[in-house]
Nanobody, 127 residues
Framework: EVQLQASGGGLVLPGGSLNLSCAAA????????IGWFRQAPSTEREGVSC????????FYTYSVKGRFTISGDAAKNAVHLQMDSLKFEDTAIYFC????????????????????WGQGTLVTVSS
């Protein structure tokens, strides 16, 4: 059974940092690409970043480029999202998701390409 567990959210001041983790179980590291999505109240779920665990390719949505870094940890079958220089508009529930060959240019932002989802972790950027 494929399972994803997101963690690391919390309350942080603007300009601060958080490191989100997505622990995966039930499949081998390279079998599924991992994406991070976020959803703020009354908004659509938005693709934030993804990593291809086949070749390490990464993508970021424009608003987080240069601030967020996604990385894979094969030993722990996990993916991390380092978030720096956080802004008020980064406030959302963050979800990690797994999909076969999902982290591909142009389509990685589509939630329907990910078949498995974690429960989400809340990130609040507030002063």
């Amino acid at each position: 059974e494929v399972q994803l567990q997101a963690s690391g959210g919390g309350l942080v001041l603007p300009g601060g940092s958080l490191n989100l983790s997505c622990a995966a179980a039930g499949f081998n590291y390279g079998d599924y690409d991992i994406g991070w999505f976020r959803q703020a109240p009354s908004t659509e779920r938005e693709g934030v970043s993804c990593i291809s665990r086949r070749d390490g390719t990464t993508f970021y949505t424009y608003s987080v480029k240069g601030r967020f870094t996604i990385s894979g940890d094969a030993a722990k079958n996990a993916v991390h999202l380092q978030m720096d220089s956080l802004k008020f508009e980064d406030t959302a529930i963050y979800f990690c998701a797994a999909g076969r060959r999902a982290c591909v240019r142009g389509v990685w932002v589509l939630p329907r390409n990910y078949g498995y989802w974690g429960q989400g972790t809340l990130v609040t950027v507030s002063s």
